[in-house]
């Protein structure tokens, strides 16, 4: 017998090929899920477990434009996994467009809080009248489902909440963006439906900014009317509106790292993750560098968490699909240089 399987000929087992970019580029990391598309992923640590609250993106009919109406998510599902690398579970749907009262479409980018065993989930939608306002729902399970209010939080507007509890427990909402997220045609405190398409269209004057308020005991409302989170140069000049490598287009997320405050956000048309630091909640935030170069597709949104004493950057791109509109969550580690900065991450290995 031991002959015989001496002269069988050898099994060759096909290896599958590495992932690679359109440009032949490999991926740093690898989607968390493909069974659904996912993007803007807010991650919170709660209970010692890893909960994502993405965008869940759907291949609808609408155009590509420059306004986002591609973007036709109707649900949210939230992931979760009790370390990274883990096995990650898609939750049943947690909250759908039609379960809101006040909303028409596009459920984008949400977040999530928790206090006193209530668990509070952020979401932008479009209104009947076309404007993104920011609404509430609660659940007592982190993965939902959720229930709605019956009306957007007062004075809200745009897209993008992010909520940051401090170590004080008080909780402030980051929220804002242009272009699609309107953020240029609330100035006044109004909706303009005839504002600027973009932003100010105002290059040489300082360019729109996140908005924080704190919000109250309910975690449902603002404690106070939103105010503007101001981003500087290291000269403590406002950043202008042309300076499109750095100014704010969408997607602040705050963090605390070493008693300062982190803000990143998008930079949008440009591609680009970046981020600045302040010593208040408040601002202002001092401009520093790149936390994220350009992915694969148009948008980059994010979160930055810490699990068991280390830093993870959650973003997405459109590996599995292509498509801008379809795009697939994903996680890297996050390191400081010792003076506090962030390290730079290129999406792709050289």
Known sequence: MAAMIGMMPAIVYAQAEEPRAPDGRRYLSQPLVSEIYTADPSAHVWNGKIYIYPSHDIDGPAAEDDLGGHFEMRDYRILSMDRIGGKVTVHPVALDVKQVPWAEKQMWAPDAAHRNGTYYLYFPAKDRQGAFRIGVATSKSPVGPFKANPQPIKGSFSIDPSVFTDDDGKSYMYFGGIWGGQLQRNTTGNYDPNGSKTD?????????????????????????????????????????????????????????????????????DTHYLVYAIGDSPYGPFTYKGRVLEP????????????????????????????????????????????????????????
């Open 295 to 350: 992915v694969q597709g148009w948008t980059t949104h994010h979160s930055i968490v810490e699990k068991d004493g280390r830093w993870w950057l959650f973003y997405a791109d459109s590996q599995l699909s292509g498509q801008t509109r379809l795009r697939n969550v994903k996680v890297t580690e996050l390191f400081y240089n010792a003076d506090g900065t962030i390290r730079t991450i290129d999406p792709f290995v050289k």
């Open 200 to 268: 100010l269209e105002a290059p040489e004057k300082p360019a729109l900014t996140p908005k924080v308020a704190r919000l109250d005991g309910t975690m449902m409302e603002f404690a106070e009317t939103p105010r503007d989170a101001l981003i500087v140069d290291e000269a403590g000049k406002p950043l202008l509106g042309g300076d499109t490598d750095r100014r704010f287009f969408e997607a602040a997320w705050m963090h605390k790292y070493k008693g300062k405050y982190y803000l990143s956000y998008s930079t949008g």
